[in-house]
């Protein structure tokens, strides 16, 4: 991410702004070579909500059912981009109705008058490819009972919009936003009459980005599980407006494909939501399934690392842990300190979780979501495994994560009943001169998973910066706390007479937490957050607690279904959105 204040930002933004200008100058376009047709997948409850006035984008919510969406004006710069990219137009067309194609119409049309002449936050080449994708997929639904005019104004402001894009996505950074406006791009060359000519340039770049952003393991830098989900959905639409066309899939294009498929369905979870890491949620409803479906690749990760997770999964049962050292500079702007953190699922029911990102509810709340407390693992003294540190100049400034963790061994195995994984990290090793090392064994039946977490000095060097910290606290000890973050629809309660805690989920399964030793067990308050929420969700959390007071500590402590539950559940219940929690 570079710094928006430096002179080269300013300078791109001005010609992203005379490029604009200089494209509603260009021949437009004045038809379709082929009706297209629809793609995206919208929320029918977020269209309703639209429908009704409510604006919920970036995590603010702005109610309005007497004014237009551009007679608002945006809480923030994300809110604005939001509404510039059209995403949107999938929810609306999600309802389908009279009422929800009104609003689109509406909207569209204003967009044009208000900022088809290169005004507006909207034209950037990310935003402008997310922006084409929508308004071409959606054709049909937008089109229907408009007069010439109109439609003339429609396809003119496509066609300029393309021919801003052919200009401007090399100014786009690497990675998720040139997917996007090189994917814009070949879906309007493809489209639009007279624009077959940026169709070549435009492949043979997302080549190159394949290339580069997409390595052996089918991962991405930022290793965001939902970002990598968005990045395979723009090639899987590239590859089939490209089908659609009778033209080639180039090499480079299909082995990207080929690489991603597998990797997103080891990070997905029994419930076929993603896993929570590194500022990714859960993915938006259906589009995994329907990405996964459109690609038509088939195959499942070889046993191992997929873009640095590990997975074990048995019976209704899914664990998915983060297996490797975090993403560092650049790529390390949205990522979080949760090595070896894990988050596991029964069935349709989430129940251990990471907090997940707080992006959307201010600069604390990312912080903190962030941080290695937040996450279901172990944390040292209060410390993180690696620690946020500030680059930038001016008025600029970013948090990228530094003294991350270097050697993350692993190892994916059999156990005796089940699977096994062990995995330890150096995190602590400079701070405290301690290596954290976890066990997980999940039951060949997905009843049960018992952990062990070591915490250990295994060095002499080690051992000796251990003994200086220990000194340092007279002699009490380093403490711990190992946690286990719940979703906030189980039902938690200490049980036991203190020794243990239930866990009860929507769909009628008891589990068990238990530990070994002299530690604390608590159930203390959390948070989940989520993007299509207006606030932190509450929510419990399982600590554990102690101290480490020789070279090496041992916490066992086990997760196991309650023998009265059952082996198969029928778990209907659905949940809607809800813009008030």
């Known amino acids: 991410?570079?710094?928006?204040?430096?002179p080269s930002a300013r300078w791109t933004r001005l010609m992203h702004r005379v490029h604009a200008r200089g494209s509603t100058l260009a021949r437009p376009a004045t038809a379709f070579t082929s009706m297209p047709e629809p793609r995206t997948i919208g929320s029918y409850a977020k269209g309703k909500q639209l429908v009704a006035?409510?604006?919920?984008?970036?995590?603010?919510?702005?109610?309005?059912?007497?004014r237009g969406m551009w007679e608002i004006a945006p809480p923030d710069d994300v809110f604005d981009a939001d509404l510039h990219g059209f995403a949107w137009l999938d929810d609306l067309a999600a309802v389908g109705d009279p009422a929800a194609r009104?609003?689109?119409?509406?909207?569209?049309?204003?967009?044009?008058?208000?900022?088809g002449t290169g005004r507006g936050a909207g034209w950037t080449p990310d935003l402008t490819g997310r922006r084409l994708i929508r308004w071409i997929n959606h054709a049909p639904f937008l089109l229907r009972g408009r007069d010439g005019d109109q439609s003339r104004a429609y396809y003119r402001s496509l066609g300029q919009q393309t021919i801003f894009l052919s200009r401007r996505w090399k100014k786009t950074a690497p990675g998720l936003p040139r997917f996007e406006a090189l994917t814009g791009l070949i879906y309007a060359g493809l489209a639009l009459e007279g624009m077959r000519r940026h169709v070549a340039p435009a492949l043979a770049a997302l080549d190159r980005e394949c290339r580069a952003q997409v390595d052996e393991q089918g991962g991405i830098p930022t290793r965001n599980p939902e970002e990598l989900l968005e990045v395979f959905t723009l090639l899987t639409w590239a590859a089939t407006a490209l089908a659609e066309a009778e033209m080639p899939l180039s090499k480079d294009h299909t082995a990207a494909v080929e690489r991603i498929a597998p990797t997103l369905r080891t990070l997905r979870?029994?419930?076929?939501g993603l896993a929570r890491f590194h500022g990714g949620g859960r993915g938006l409803e259906g589009r995994l399934d329907h990405a996964l479906a459109e690609s038509q690749v088939k195959t499942s990760q070889p046993d191992g690392l997929s873009m640095g997770y590990a997975r074990l999964s048995a019976g209704r049962t899914s664990v998915i842990v983060d297996a490797s050292p975090p993403p560092t500079g650049v790529a390390s702007v949205n990522a979080h300190a949760s090595t070896l953190a894990f988050e596991m699922t029964s069935g349709r029911r989430p129940v251990i979780v990471n907090c997940g990102s707080g992006a959307s509810f201010g600069e604390d709340w990312r912080r903190a979501g962030r941080a290695t407390p937040s996450h279901s693992t172990l944390s040292l003294d209060k410390y993180s495994s690696a620690r946020l540190?500030?680059?930038?100049?001016?008025?600029?400034?970013e948090e990228q994560l530094i003294d991350t963790p270097k050697e993350v061994p692993i190892e994916i195995s059999p156990?005796?009943?089940?699977?096994?994984?062990?995995?330890?990290?150096d995190g602590y090793v400079r701070t405290h001169g301690l290596t954290h090392a976890r066990t997980l064994e999940l039951t060949f039946d997905g009843r049960g998973m018992v952990?062990?977490?070591l915490i250990i000095a295994l060095e002499d060097t080690h051992k000796k910066r251990f003994d200086r910290v220990l000194d340092a606290k007279s002699l009490q000890g380093v403490p711990f706390d190992l946690r286990f973050h719940l979703h906030p629809e189980v039902d938690a309660a200490v049980d036991m007479g203190g020794a243990a805690v239930s866990l009860a989920l929507k769909s009628g399964e008891i589990w068990i937490f238990r530990h070994e030793g002299v530690f604390d067990l608590a159930l203390e308050p959390s948070v989940y957050l989520e993007k299509s929420r207006l606030k932190p969700r509450a929510t419990k959390q399982v600590v554990l607690s102690g101290v480490a007071l020789e070279y090496a500590t041992r916490i066992r402590w086990s997760l196991a279904k309650a023998q009265d539950s059952a082996i198969a559940i029928r778990d209907l219940n659905r949940d809607e959105l809800d813009l008030t929690t």
């Open 1 to 6: 991410m570079s710094n928006p204040d430096s």
């Open 53 to 66: 006035g409510n604006f919920l984008f970036a995590g603010h919510l702005v109610t309005a059912p007497d």
């Open 102 to 115: 009104g609003k689109a119409q509406d909207w569209l049309w204003s967009w044009i008058d208000r900022f």
């Open 269 to 272: 979870h029994a419930d076929g």
């Open 389 to 397: 540190g500030e680059v930038g100049s001016g008025n600029w400034r």
């Open 415 to 425: 156990a005796p009943d089940g699977l096994r994984f062990q995995g330890g990290h």
């Open 451 to 453: 952990g062990e977490e």
